[in-house]
Structure formats: structure tokens, C-alpha cells
């Protein structure tokens, strides 16, 4: 069957965007590398990888809209991220779909005092951050050059259902805060820091897989405007789990060290951790005026995440 949607990836950002698509009445297709997804069984899900064209490409046929969510593990992003986003950057070409791309604002590098908007100028001084920047040239200027229609969404540190260990307001902080255990989290924990509401992130893919004025722009996904800091977040969600008293410790950077000696995945995060250091403000107003996508209020964004742990919801 024919999908006007096809999404390239099935973590928690794809799933969202499914969810948004599936409120719309949308047909969608989701791609992975199982093809075995959490969805009902009516929905198409193929396997396959998405670093090559010829895969990519047949199973977006007949698409309006392909959907960039695609995350390889963190560790192994240089070496495997690039090839998957030309996957689907060909998929889209060879169809005439518009490409939906999910990003993160890496590529800005540090904010140095000053909140992040969409005209920032790419000083990314990470690995990471330098990959994120040349990707998301890549894209603009497959736009600009009339091969195919591209529209970029970027969001901050994400958090809610299914947000999972990948999350710093994850498993970190809702299963102990159910549990009135102490949570442990990256980063300054009085520093205030943007953090996006999965949900929101999928409603504002939508927005920009059908909205007729998203194309050849840079989006951010809808953030609450008054960001606060880790502590006051994770005082709500203590507070929504009926705990007395709010029990949250920082991993320092040192520590994040020593374990990435053995660890990938945390020696990867070590180079990120100047995102803490600060204030980190992730500025989304151009979508709330242009597209009219707003942020969930924190507090029932929050409740709904821990309704999501504690089994209510999924």
C-alpha cells in the first residue's frame, strides 16, 4: 500500500511524528532496520538500511513526505550518520518528496550568553557539532539547488514517553523520583536549560511535512519560552510523584570522564557536557509566529512523562 508519509526511523522522535501523522488520519510508513516497531498492526513497517539508496528509495515510493529520524547509536555517529542522511536525501530526490529533517543545535556550539536562534551562525568547536553543521548544509543546498523540497526542525535535550536512557530527564529522573530514590542527571543542575517535549517535537515535524511556507528554512521545535533550570524541573516531577522532598545529585563532567574510559557512549557525551556550563536557552518563537506550533505547558508535559513511567500512559 501507497503511504502519503514515509518516516526513516522508529525511536522516540519517529514515533512521535507517527503519532502526529495517525491524529491527522494520515497513512504512514515507518522504516528501520528490524522492521518491527511498537505500532498497531495495520501500520506498514519495513526493514532495511537506510544508507542505501536503492532500499531508500523503493520503500518511499508514492510518498509526499519523507521524515529524517534516524539516530545511530551516539558513539557511532561520524562514521554512520552521514551515509544514512543521504540515504533518505535520495529517497526524497528520486520521489519528489519533501524531506522532514530532524536535528539537535549542536552545530552552534557554545551559546555564550546569548539564546540560540535559527540565524545563529554555525561555531560548533565538537566533533559532533561539526558533523551536525555540514549535514544541515548539505541539505539547505540540495534545496537551494532545486533537487528536492527541505524543511529542518531542531530541537534541545528532548524529554517524555519513551524518552528512555537516551534522555538526561529520562530514567535518570522519572523512575527514581516514582520510586523516591535519588535521581542523577548531567550537568549543572542550576543552569537553565531548553528541554523539548517529544510530543511537541512530532506535532512540529507534521507542522513541517505540511505546512506550505516551511520549506528551505530552519525550524526550531516549540520550547517553552520560560526555560528553567534541571533542579526546578526535576522538583515538579518529584512533586507530581507525591515525593516529600526532591532528591537529584549532578554527574560531574570529571566523573563522565572516568566512566568513558570504558564506556562509549559516555565518552561521547564528554565533549557535549559545555551545555551545562551555562545558561542554554533554545529560542522557538519563529515557529509559534509563523506556524502557530506551540510548546505543551511544562507541568502537564511533565505529568503526562510520568504517567508514562509509572505504566498510565505509553
Do not use: C
Not at 495517525?22 to 519495513?46: C, F, I, Q, W, Y
Not at 535559527?118 to 539547488?145: F, N, V
Not at 534522555?167 to 529522573?173: F, I, K, M
Amino acid at each position: 500500500m501507497t503511504a502519503r508519509h514515509v518516516i526513516f526511523g522508529t525511536g522516540a522522535i519517529g514515533l512521535a511524528t507517527f503519532d502526529a501523522l495517525r491524529r491527522r488520519g494520515e497513512t504512514v510508513r515507518l522504516v528501520n532496520r528490524s522492521g518491527h516497531a511498537r505500532v498497531p498492526d495495520d501500520v506498514d513497517v519495513v526493514g532495511g538500511d537506510a544508507s542505501d539508496p536503492a532500499f531508500t528509495t523503493a520503500v518511499a515510493e508514492g510518498a509526499q513526505v519523507v521524515y529524517q529520524a534516524l539516530n545511530p547509536p551516539y558513539s557511532e555517529w561520524v562514521a554512520r550518520f552521514p551515509a544514512l542522511q543521504a540515504g533518505v536525501l535520495a529517497a526524497a530526490e528520486a520521489t519528489g518528496a519533501r524531506l522532514v529533517s530532524m536535528e539537535n543545535v549542536y552545530m552552534y556550539g557554545r551559546p555564550a550568553g546569548r539564546p540560540l536562534t535559527e540565524d545563529r551562525a554555525y561555531d560548533a568547536h565538537t566533533t559532533k557539532g561539526r558533523l551536525r553543521a555540514r549535514m544541515a548544509l548539505e541539505l539547505l543546498a540540495a534545496h537551494r539547488a532545486g533537487r528536492v523540497e527541505v524543511a529542518i526542525g531542531r530541537a534541545s535535550d528532548y524529554f517524555g514517553p519513551r524518552g528512555g536512557a537516551q534522555s538526561n530527564l529520562g530514567d535518570r529522573l522519572f523512575a527514581p523520583a516514582l520510586a523516591g530514590k535519588t535521581a542523577t542527571v548531567l550537568g549543572d543542575l542550576d543552569q537553565p536549560h531548553t528541554y523539548s517535549y517529544i510530543p511537541d517535537i512530532g506535532e512540529g515535524l507534521a507542522v513541517l511535512g505540511e505546512h506550505p511556507d516551511a520549506t528551505g528554512q530552519v525550524w526550531h521545535l516549540p520550547n517553552d519560552p520560560d526555560t528553567r533550570t534541571t533542579r526546578e524541573l526535576a522538583d515538579v516531577v518529584y512533586t507530581l510523584a507525591g515525593q516529600p522532598r526532591t532528591k537529584v545529585r549532578e554527574l560531574p563532567a570529571a566523573l563522565l570522564r572516568v566512566v568513558g574510559l570504558v564506556n562509549p557512549t559516555a565518552r561521547a557525551l564528554v565533549e557535549m557536557s559545555y551545555q551545562f556550563d551555562e545558561p542554554f536557552i533554545v529560542d522557538s518563537a519563529k515557529i509559534a509566529t509563523k506556524l502557530g506550533v506551540t510548546a505543551t505547558a511544562v507541568e502537564e508535559a511533565l505529568h503526562d512523562t510520568l504517567l508514562s513511567y509509572s505504566g498510565g500512559r505509553s
